[in-house]
């Protein structure tokens, strides 16, 4: 009786283990296009959601798979300008670390691309799922991957921006002020490099501990504890805090919210003392994910595209 009960009781442990391995985390979906959109309607009456569109210059592939884990795979959505060679340009959702779809990106990923550009829209591990630092090793290795298949995607591997919105451009930030730092990468199987020449950064902030700074319960989630559990680890987290002579040219789009900027002024400071070429556009009555919206997508994507050519010395024919 007491063997069987013991050989019931570890077959009910192994069942159960391999239910949990297979169970998937619930993806948060509380923050979305329609969502943003209903939460700035009444103080933005004008405003209208930008729709994905068609270019006949440019491949989309989606869901391409770039990371392999445990449990699922990480995937992105290609953009391809058909032209040869071209600039690539790596686009990071926002949503609070915890929220979000790459699927938000598409509208500017399209627009961008058929400027001649390869754009990249990618998925990466959100707070309920992976704490800091693995979201940024997972935006490092679809970088990896874009360069390990540059031929296939038509990309220029020595020409690669990061952009990101919002929670999404304070990872991108964090992302092209650690080229070649190694404690924000991990072992892969790739030889090509996480190295980005160019941020962009869309009202997301520099630094998580400042004056201007409101970040609060979302941080703590990504980041693992309070700014008194953990002040190394936010310090750590933010761009500021690793800008130096190596700090790729940035261009920064910033909202009327001011919270959104923390730390940009700071960053500035530093890259004028190195001669690091910046640029900065301001929508002084927007809402916070302007990005998403008309009227301001097409200046938006109009500022990026500029800096983009004058950045990668890129001349439209």
Known sequence: MLN???????????????????????????????????KYIKNFPQIEIVKPQQFQ????????????????????????????????????????????DKSHMKPMAQYIASKGYSCFAIEYRLSDEAQYPEGIFDIKQAIQFIKANALKFHVDTTKVAVLGTSSGAQMAS???????NSKFEEKTG????????AIINLDGIL?????????????SWWLDGT?????????????????????????????QNERFQAGREEMIEIMEKYQ??????????????????????????????????KTFKKNHK
Not at 8 to 16: G, K, P, Q, R, V
Not at 190 to 197: G, H, R, W
Not at 279 to 300: A, G, I, Y
């Open 4 to 38: 069987k009960l013991i050989t019931y009781c570890i077959l009910f442990l192994l069942s159960s283990t391999t239910l949990f391995a297979f169970q998937t985390i619930q993806k948060d979906t509380s923050y979305t296009v329609i969502s943003s959109y209903k």
């Open 57 to 100: 210059n440019i491949t989309e592939i989606e869901n391409i798979t770039y990371k392999k884990l445990n449990a699922r795979e990480l995937k992105l959505d290609a953009f391809i300008n058909t032209s040869e060679n071209n600039p690539a340009v790596i686009l990071v959702h926002g949503g609070g670390w915890k929220s979000g």
């Open 174 to 180: 964090l992302v092209g002020t650690t080229n070649n």
């Open 190 to 197: 790739y030889k090509t490099s996480t190295e980005v020449q």
């Open 207 to 219: 630094a998580f501990k400042h004056p201007k700074s409101k970040e609060g319960k979302m941080a």
């Open 227 to 255: 700014y008194e559990e953990k002040p190394e680890i936010w310090k750590a987290a933010s761009a500021l805090t690793h800008i130096d002579e190596n700090t790729p040219p940035t261009l920064f789009i910033s909202s």
């Open 276 to 309: 690091i070429y910046y640029q900065v556009e301001n929508f002084p009555d927007s809402p916070h994910t302007f990005w998403l919206f008309n009227p301001w997508f097409k200046d938006t994507v109009n500022y990026i595209t500029t800096f983009l050519d």
